[in-house]
């Protein structure tokens, strides 16, 4: 199984980019990196996902380094509203698939 | 109505009863899911199903019970419910393969509670 590794928490204030770094050491050559989002009380919801490079969406951007040993999300100018717990995965290629979703990155954005 | 749903949205047992959360998918996705999220914890994976007639344990299969006879249904059973037992719990559902197969939906969670 690729592991992931993310910090358990971050601050950031309305207004500020965030960038969660999310490893993954092991990951496979067909592997793809996915990030969700989950609010209280809510279900987790896919925000975006990559294979290398850069992604973007109207939500976030993903950016994946060449030897894809990590990931980053980048959230553009948070407001309050972004925070949440965010959760990075990598898929398994070949064999079963079992999506492990860890403990994430809870992100508080303060006034 | 097309999704995820779940049901029910709360119920509070008793120790040692019965209960079965449903899920219901209106997508013909192959891989279904049930994950339990419990406070200072991420979400840990009970079971989860490839195909009709096709289960597997996660990481925390022990006191639950899986079944799939549809594809659009992926029932959880707690055959004895126990206090630990006490969580909320979430239906996921996705194609399963290639680029989409991490892109998981849930629904919007079962909330249990084992007096």
């Known amino acids: 199984l690729a592991k992931t590794t993310q910090p358990i928490s971050m601050d950031s204030y309305e207004g500020q980019e965030v960038n969660i770094t999310c490893s993954h050491n092991?990951?496979?050559?067909?592997?793809?990196i996915t990030w969700y989002q989950q609010f209280p009380s809510q279900g987790p919801r896919f925000i975006i996902q990559?294979?290398?490079t850069k992604v973007t969406n109207e939500v976030a951007s993903l950016f994946i380094p060449a030897d894809r040993k990590s990931s980053t999300l980048s959230l553009p100018r948070v407001s309050l509203s972004d925070t949440a717990v965010y959760y990075c995965?990598?898929?398994?290629?070949?064999?079963?698939?079992?999506?492990?979703f860890g403990r994430g990155t809870s992100l508080i954005v303060h006034p | 109505d097309a999704g995820i749903t779940q049901s029910p949205r709360y119920k509070i047992t008793e120790t040692g009863r019965q209960v079965t959360l449903m899920c219901h998918q209106t997508?013909?996705?192959?891989?279904m899911f049930w994950y339990r999220q419990d406070l200072g914890h991420g979400l840990r994976l009970i079971y989860y199903?490839?195909?009709?007639?096709?289960?597997d344990k996660g990481e925390v299969p022990d006191g639950y019970v899986v079944s799939r006879s549809k594809t659009e249904n992926f029932p959880l059973t707690l055959e004895s419910a126990t206090r630990s037992q006490t969580s909320v719990y979430f239906c996921?559902?996705?194609?399963?393969?290639?680029?989409?197969?991490?892109?998981?939906?849930f629904g919007a969670g079962s909330r249990l509670t084992v007096l």
């Open positions: 995965l990598v898929a398994l290629s070949g064999g079963s698939y079992i999506p492990t």
């Open positions: 996921a559902s996705s194609v399963g393969a290639g680029p989409g197969a991490n892109v998981l939906t």
């Open positions: 997508w013909s996705h192959s891989y």
């Open positions: 990559g294979y290398k």
């Open positions: 199903s490839a195909a009709a007639d096709i289960t």
């Open positions: 092991n990951i496979a050559t067909n592997d793809y």
